[in-house]
């Protein structure tokens, strides 16, 4: 337990360290958040609670949590109102997990942005084409605007495939990128969207951040004048060991604001290798967004997204194997093991960790993690992205 409270300390006085550019909130932001305003605050409380309601709504300290508990919290029926988190809430929602699809179209006053992962765009043959169009469902969408009318429905766009010499055919012609613009944004405004997550930064890596950077300035800047939303996925700028990447720095984030409404930092994935470990420790979190925004005023910190993970990781430790874990696989591993399912906190990640039989240790997001996480970003006055909404239990959404 004094491990714990000494990483509440830790994080409160990191979240301290800026309060004074904090903004008041205003609850009315939540019906209209097309773009980021500064009307918001942090909650007034000044330390983190990792505590969640039971399934009888009762207060549960996260390491009294059993497989019994976890079961009955699952069976919490959702409300369908929107009106319990004031941040910028973004929810990703893929082909592979399509409970999230439903999610969003029976509770979309829970989520300000919707983002379908359904698009790539490719190079073949010397021509730039999009993909996946087979997964484009306008029915789906009138039916999300439908339960929630303000909500912005922006596909993701990956680029997909490109090699050095795709990448260095398109950076070399300033007409070749504005056609590459123009068919983005005629695509998205054919299509009846309000805006896309651009996914290119990620794929381009190092060789060709400047001229992925100088492209998005072109996107951006017509997307600004067509009125449609951009938002940008980045990596998380700081390593495993503490030491920043240096990929995407704030100057780069000063050459973009005007032109990009959110950034989406990738903050999960944290424990990449073989030997078990947290998926996204809160310090790491923190750490991960003031390095963008501990000295920006209220306004530039609200486009930053963290990122949130609905899924896990199960470790083979008698193997050193380990698998990606959503929400159906985890609930069918609870009920298999039942009793002899053994359920940690780790204090320092502040998640929690779940060992089935003695060779399968999983790391899964709670309600208390996530609500732990939900509290960090409106502390850090920033949104929350979720990656993805089909892969968590039904009961986190209570949270939104």
Not at 115 to 130: A, I
Not at 325 to 354: R, Y
Request: with cysteine; glycine share 6%; hydrophobic share 40%.
């Amino acid at each position: 337990m004094m491990n714990y409270l000494r990483s509440l300390i830790l994080l409160t006085v990191l979240l301290g360290m800026n309060r004074s550019t904090l903004a008041p909130k205003d609850k009315s932001s939540k019906k209209d958040k097309s773009h980021p305003s500064s009307s918001k605050k942090n909650s007034g409380s000044s330390n983190l609670s990792a505590s969640a309601d039971n399934s009888q709504g009762d207060k549960l300290a996260p390491e009294d949590l059993t497989f019994e508990l976890m079961l009955g919290q699952n069976m919490t029926s959702i409300g369908v109102k929107g009106d319990v988190y004031e941040q910028t809430v973004l929810a990703y929602v893929t082909p592979w997990n399509n409970k999230g699809y439903d999610h969003a179209k029976y509770l979309g006053a829970k989520f300000d942005i919707i983002s379908p992962v359904w698009y790539q765009l490719k190079r073949v043959n010397g021509q730039v084409e999009f993909a996946g169009l087979q997964d484009t469902d306008s029915s789906w969408m009138q039916e999300v605007r439908a339960s929630n009318p303000a909500v912005k429905i922006v596909p993701r766009i990956l680029f997909d495939g490109w090699k050095s010499a795709d990448l260095n055919a398109l950076f070399a012609s300033e007409m070749t990128q504005t056609a590459v613009v123009h068919k983005i944004t005629t695509f998205i405004q054919s299509h009846n969207f309000d805006g896309f997550v651009c996914e290119i930064l990620l794929q381009v890596g190092f060789p060709f951040k400047n001229q992925a950077m100088h492209f998005l300035s072109h996107l951006g800047g017509l997307a600004r004048k067509q009125n449609l939303m951009l938002v940008v996925p980045l990596p998380a700028p700081i390593r495993e060991d503490g030491s920043p990447v240096n990929f995407f720095t704030v100057a780069d984030f000063r050459k973009l604001r005007a032109m990009v409404d959110y950034f989406n930092v990738m903050t999960y994935d944290y424990s990449s290798g073989r030997e078990p470990g947290p998926v996204s420790p809160a310090s790491w979190i923190t750490s991960c967004i003031l390095y963008y925004t501990k000295d920006l005023p209220a306004v530039e910190r609200s486009k930053f997204l963290l990122g949130m993970n609905f899924y896990g990781y199960k470790y083979y430790t008698n193997n050193h194997k380990v698998e990606a874990i959503t929400g159906t696989s985890f609930l069918e591993l609870l009920n298999k093991h039942n009793t002899k399912t053994k359920v940690q906190w780790d204090e320092n990640a502040m998640e929690h960790v779940f060992q089935f039989g003695s060779s399968e240790k999983v790391y899964y997001p709670t309600l208390h993690s996530v609500k732990l996480r939900l509290q960090l970003a409106e502390k850090l006055n920033v949104g929350v992205a979720i990656w993805d909404l089909g892969q968590g239990l039904d009961h986190f959404l209570n949270l939104f």
